[in-house]
């Protein structure tokens, strides 16, 4: 599957430790998001960009930062973090349209992040 | 506060039975309920979506029965397969936002 690829697959970091999360979306997609999956709880929304700009942040501690420098890339900075963070972080990428048909997203397959 | 209620968490089933996965939600605004199925492994992919002008949708053996006035809606598996073992997550949307609310997930396991 190369539609939307996420690096890298599995993550183990100390609470002090900072690293990044890279997803990158091949479909000419406008539109980007972080979720968070964990155990046994709803897949959880992040942060949506849409043309690259930040339009949702769903209370999401200060910890986590997204940056999106195109509409092809998403990243996640992850910097003193809790282990009550370690989960499953999934990126999705969808097209946004003007017509108010609602748009598939296309999930990649996430990174497993283990804080410790 | 979980607008998208998901139950089971967990269905066992024999080849050749039909599964049966329900959600209900609160907000009547929702308009739009997408199932996503995710192998372990993967990230969810849609299965099938529906709208609430209708009250049935399907797809193969895949099917949507939508209740708009018990604010439910179900995915119905005929003939499953051990290939259709997965976990299977509803969702909800409204507006025209791409704000998706995700249920809790039914891990489902076909047995041969």
């Known amino acids: 599957e190369t539609g939307v690829t996420q690096t890298p697959r599995h993550l183990v970091m100390g609470m002090t430790n900072k690293k990044s999360l890279k997803c990158e979306q091949h479909l000419g997609h406008n539109a980007m998001y972080w979720y968070k999956q964990s155990a046994k709880k709803p897949l959880e929304l992040m942060f949506v960009y849409n043309f690259k700009e930040q339009t949702e942040n769903n209370s999401v501690p200060s910890r986590f930062s997204p940056e999106c420098p195109n509409s092809s890339h998403l990243f996640l900075h992850l910097h003193t973090l809790q282990p009550e963070d370690s989960a499953l972080y999934l990126c999705?990428?969808?097209?946004?349209?003007?017509?108010?048909?609602?748009?598939?997203?296309?999930f990649g397959p996430g990174t497993r992040l283990l804080v410790l | 506060q979980q607008q998208v209620k998901q139950s089971p968490q967990s269905l066992i089933v024999q080849k050749g039975g039909i599964s049966i996965i329900n959600c209900a939600y609160e907000n009547t605004a929702f308009d739009y309920f997408p199932w996503y199925q995710q192998f372990p492994g993967k990230g969810p992919a849609l299965l099938i979506a529906?709208?609430?002008?209708?009250s049935e949708k399907k797809e193969g053996r895949f099917t949507i029965s939508f209740n708009k006035s018990a604010k439910q809606f179900s995915l119905h598996i005929m003939d499953s397969q051990p290939g259709d073992s997965a976990t299977y997550f509803c969702?909800?949307?409204?507006?025209?936002?791409?704000?998706?609310?995700f249920g809790t997930g039914t891990l489902l396991a076909v047995q041969p």
């Open positions: 529906i709208r609430p002008d209708v």
């Open positions: 999705a990428s969808s097209q946004t349209g003007t017509s108010g048909a609602k748009e598939t997203q296309y």
């Open positions: 969702a909800a949307s409204k507006g025209a936002t791409n704000k998706l609310i």
